[in-house]
C-alpha cells in the first residue's frame, strides 16, 4: 500500500462519499459512483496500490460541476486562476480547475497532491501527465454510466483488448493507444461543434502519439 493509501479507509471514504451525494443532483452523483467503480477497475489494471487515492479523486472530480459559468468564474477570480477567453468560452472545462481548487479548502483531508492533479486534468489532460491523471481521465470518460457513442466506442476498445490478458508493456500501450483515441474523438466532436480546442489537450495527445512512434522505431 503507497503512503496516500495508507491513510485513506474505506471508512473515509465512504463519509467522502455521502458528502459529496448531498452536494450533486442524483443525475451527477449517479456518474461520480460510476467514475469511482471505473477508477478501481482501472486502478486494479495499473496501479493496485493507489487505488484508495484514485477513487477518491473520482469522487472529488465533479464538485463543482453543477455551478454555473458566473460562479466558476467568480471562484478562479477569488483564488487567483487565470482563465482566457477560451476558457470562459469552453466552460464545461472549468469545473476541474474549481473542483481542484476547492479540494484543499472543503476537504483538506483528501488534499493530496496526486488526487488534486488528477482532478484537475480530468477533462482536458495536458503533456507529461501522471499515471493516475492519466486513469482518472479515462474513467471518466468510458464510466459505465456514459452512453454517448464516443465513450461507448472507447470503452469497447479498451475492454475488447482484454486488458487483465495482457502483460505489463502491451497493457501501457492499450492504454496510451485509448487515450491517443479519445483526444482524436473530443478534437472531432470540440471541432463539430464550433468550440475551442484547449491547448493542453493538443499536447497531451501529441506527446503520445511522438511516444508510440518512437516506440514503433525501436521495435
Known sequence: MNHIDSHLTEESLEALRQTVSEMLSPKRFRHVAAVEEMAARLAALYCPRQTRMLRAAALLHDVTKEWDTERHCAFCEEHGIALTEEDRIAHKTLHARTAAALIPERFPQFAYPDVISAVRWHTTGHAGMTLTEKLLYLADYIDLSREFRDCVILRRFFFGADPASLNGQEREALLQDT?????????????????????????????????????????
Open 179 to 219: 487515450l491517443i483515441l479519445s483526444y482524436d474523438m473530443t478534437v472531432a466532436s470540440l471541432t463539430a461543434d464550433g468550440l475551442p480546442i484547449a491547448e493542453d489537450t493538443i499536447c497531451a495527445r501529441n506527446e503520445l502519439i511522438a511516444e508510440r512512434f518512437r516506440a514503433e522505431q525501436n521495435v
